[in-house]
Structures are given as structure tokens and as C-alpha cells.
């Protein structure tokens, strides 16, 4: 058997991906598509639920690629499933909100509830003490993630960040 090395026993980047890709796939495949949205379709669905949204938020929210988003807000409105508001009363048709429909948020309850399902299915693979440690470690990476200066925006600085840049 192979000694594996130090970073390969430290790699979390790797199964993170892997798990990521898979996870989308298999949520696209059973949880979204069957209501007729993919994951990106739910994001935006789910911030729009409390309120009408700005599509700049949204592209903070859903994190995705401006023109990806575009595409997405397009498609869900022309299944009905959001509607975008303009600011009538002050003639500014450039300031432009969504918002979820009736039809949209029936569509992002069954959603929702596939997604539960498909949880509490997964979860009981795993031991209450598993669970704790799952949750303990992505929150800490959450955390992580959302500070302004991270160590992997450090070490990856370059004059080029706005290669990168979703806007």
C-alpha cells in the first residue's frame, strides 16, 4: 500500500470539488429538473422568496456569472415563475426589481421539499456524531470563506483579479 504524503492527507480542496459536482448533478437530476428548474434556478427562486430583488443583489446572492444570470432570470420568467417590476413612479425603467410569482413559489415549495426528502434520506447514513462534525466543519469553512482577506485570496493575488471578476 502507498504511504500518501502529507498534502494528499490534507487535500480538502479536491473531495470538496468532487463532492460539489456530484452533489449539483445529482440535485439537477432528482430534486430540480423534476420541477422543471436546475440549481442555479432554485438559488435565484429561494432569493426572492422574502422580497423583491435587484438583479446586482441577486448576482451577490446566487454567485454566479452576470451572464449566466441573465440567461437564468429570462428562463424563469418566461415560465412564469418570476416577474421583473420596474420604479413607475419616478420613470427610472434602468432600476429594475424580480419578483417570485404565485406560480413561482408553488414551483419553490415542491423544491423545497424534494430537497428535504432527499436530506433526511442522506442524513441517516451518517451518526448523530458525524452530522455535528459535518456541520462544526462547514460552518468554520463558511466562515472562512466569507472573510474579506482570505489566505487563498492572498495567496492568489495578482494586478489580474478582475480576470476573475463576475461583473
Known amino acids: 500500500m502507498a504511504t500518501k504524503s502529507p498534502s494528499e492527507e490534507t487535500?480538502?480542496?479536491?473531495?470538496?470539488?468532487?463532492?460539489?459536482?456530484?452533489?449539483?448533478?445529482?440535485?439537477?437530476?432528482?430534486?430540480?429538473?423534476?420541477?422543471?428548474?436546475?440549481?442555479?434556478?432554485?438559488?435565484?427562486?429561494?432569493?426572492?422568496?422574502?422580497?423583491?430583488?435587484?438583479?446586482?443583489?441577486?448576482?451577490?446572492?446566487?454567485?454566479?456569472?452576470?451572464?449566466?444570470?441573465?440567461?437564468?432570470?429570462?428562463?424563469?420568467?418566461?415560465?412564469?415563475l418570476i416577474r421583473r417590476l420596474t420604479n413607475e413612479n419616478t420613470g427610472d425603467k434602468r432600476r429594475v426589481f424580480f419578483q417570485l410569482t404565485e406560480n413561482g413559489k408553488k414551483i419553490l415549495q415542491q423544491a423545497e421539499a424534494h430537497a428535504r426528502h432527499a436530506s433526511l434520506s442522506f442524513e441517516k447514513r451518517f451518526t448523530k456524531k458525524e452530522l455535528r462534525q459535518h456541520k462544526a466543519f462547514f460552518t468554520k469553512l463558511l466562515a472562512l470563506l466569507a472573510e474579506k482577506e482570505t489566505a487563498l485570496e492572498k495567496h492568489f493575488h495578482t494586478d489580474h483579479h478582475d480576470t476573475f471578476s463576475r461583473r
Open 11 to 80: 487535500d480538502m480542496i479536491s473531495p470538496l470539488f468532487s463532492a460539489t459536482g456530484i452533489l449539483e448533478a445529482l440535485g439537477n437530476r432528482y430534486i430540480f429538473n423534476p420541477v422543471g428548474l436546475t440549481a442555479t434556478g432554485f438559488k435565484i427562486l429561494t432569493a426572492l422568496k422574502q422580497t423583491p430583488t435587484t438583479p446586482s443583489a441577486l448576482l451577490v446572492s446566487v454567485d454566479c456569472l452576470k451572464s449566466n444570470l441573465s440567461q437564468r432570470l429570462r428562463a424563469l420568467e418566461k415560465k412564469g
